[in-house]
Every structure is written in C-alpha cells, then in structure tokens.
C-alpha cells in the first residue's frame, strides 16, 4: 500500500496484481490487415466517430530499422474524431499520432480499453483535432519482432504528413511501451534527411524507456506495489527482441540480434536529443516500478537544451491513466 491510498483503493490493487500475475505472453500469427483494420460494432463512446484505412507500406524506411527477416508492410490506421474526418482540413486540424502500450507484445488501438481511453481523449480535445492510432505489429511471431513496430509507426507518421498535416500540428503520443516508441520513433525522424520535419510535440506516460531493467533503490521499492512484476517485462522484452531464450526460439543465419541497451529500443540510450528536438511532456507515478526512465529521460533532456517536462503524480502505478480509480486518469 501507499499512504495516500484508501483501503478500498489498496484492495483493487492487490485484486489487479493478482489477476495480472496470471499474465502470459501471447504467440499468435499476425492476422491480415483487413481483419485487424475492423471497427468494433460496440463500446465506442457517445460523440466519437472511429473509422480506419490501410495505409501501404512506404518505401521511406531508414536503414537502421530494415531488416531482410522484418519486412514492411500494411498498416491498419484507426481515425478517432468528434467531426467526419470530411469536415476536417488536414492543413489546419491538430493530430495525435497515439501509440498503445502493452509492453510491446499485445494491444490493439481499437480494443475495448483503449476505445474507452482514446475516445475519452478526443472528446478532451475538442474540434478540429484528430487521434491517428495505428494497429503496429505486437512482437506475437518471429516475423513481427523488433523492429516491425518502428517501420509501422514510421509508415503511419509519413502517411500524415503526405496526407497534409503540417508537422507542427503532430503531436507523437503514447503510454508505456506505446511512449518509448513515441521517443524513439522522434529520434529516428531527427536522425532523418531534412525532408522529414519533426512533430510539433511529444506526450509520454510512463514511458517503459529502459528495457534492461536496472532498477534504481526507489524504483525497486515500488515492486511490490505496483501492478505488474519485473520479471513480466523482462519475458515480454525476451519477444519483443527475439531472445534466444523466447519461445521463437534460437536466431538463424542472417537474423540480427537486437540489445536492450540499443537506443532505438530503449530511449534513455539515446546518446543525444539533437537541436529541434519538440517540446516534450512525460507523466509518471511515483509508485511506478518503471520510474527510473522518465527521470533520466527529463534528466538527458535537460542536459541537451530540450523543453521537457516531467510531472509525477504521487502514489501513482504503472498504467494509472488507464485506471478510473486514480483521480489523475480523470
């Protein structure tokens, strides 16, 4: 428990802990996008329009995410708005280009979760703005690994700024792995030809930005507080890079191993947010075992001339936003 937490609060954690130690890792073949791009017949909130496209693959990818085993391919894209997408001018609407968590191994932008979230989201943020939310490979199969998930969000921002979004109405989002992604994903825009401009902001909650999990006195504190075990991540991280040790078994000829220490896996090894970097925001609760990267994110930022802020919420676990129980979701 933490001090701030009611008893009723403490007992629905505890009761969430539990039902997510039963957690295992998904192995599922990537379904075809016309199937993953459906829009779900129910739960979609009053007022919110959702609808999806495929976007193709681009032929822009940079060298460092390309690989001959990972290949590019169609990305389901998932619009949600409070207007027809036909009202709005890409040249003048504001985007949120969401990434969804879910430690890099399941999620989909349309689930029943994150409909409720990102809908309550849009509806926040009013006219004249849009979530574009793409359906990214989660690492379920050997051919869906590192890096599938970059060269899908990489595709997904070119489309919008070839769809007419000006860059500095792009805001690049996301929660847990969906926020070290959003990072990283900055990182390779701004390693790019300065054909590809920069978004205009970056939002991240509780990016899961260090996946060596080295964790710090105070984060360690949090373990057995927070909703989910270490030892979780670290399974889900042995997918997500195709570890020998994961059910995919050993690597063949020709297949490259990815570290955690990689920067373009976790961003805290970023070795330097370039000059342009957009402002950004990292909210994170205090009770989050995963705290440590958002601190030195916001540190390394600082270091490097980047308008960054980091806002902490007290008490708070990994996930919190998600959460109708933590007055901060609201």
Known sequence: TRPSWTPELTNTIHNLRAAFAAFQTPIAPILPAAERARIPKEGVPEGVLLSSIIVPPTSSL????????????????????????????????????????????????????????????????????????????????????????????????VHLLESGYAPENITIAGDSSGGNVAIVLTYLISQAPASLP?????????????????????????VEVDLFSVESYKECTTHYLHDPASPFGPLTVGWKRWRPDDPLVSAVFIPKFREGWPRTLILVGSADQLVDA?????????????????????DAVHGFWAFPFFDECR
Request: proline share 8%; aromatic share 8%.
């Open 62 to 157: 940079p060298p460092s995410i390309l690989d001959d085993h990972i290949v590019p391919v169609e990305v389901p894209l998932f619009f949600y708005s409070t207007e027809p997408l036909s009202s709005l001018s890409p040249a003048t609407s504001k985007a949120v280009l969401y990434i969804h968590g879910g430690a890099n191994v399941l999620g989909h932008p349309a689930d029943a979760e994150n409909v409720k979230y990102v809908g309550a989201l849009v509806k926040q943020l009013g006219t004249g703005c849009v979530v574009a939310a793409p359906d990214y490979r989660c690492a379920t199969a050997p051919e869906a690994t590192f890096p599938a998930n970059m060269q899908d969000v990489w595709t997904t921002y």
């Open 198 to 222: 920069m978004p205009g902001r970056i939002v991240a909650f509780a990016p899961a930005s260090d996946l060596t999990y080295n964790l710090s006195d105070h984060a360690r504190a949090q």
């Open 294 to 314: 958002s601190r030195v994110l916001e540190r390394r930022m600082r270091e490097d001339d980047v308008c960054v802020e980091l806002v902490e919420y007290v």
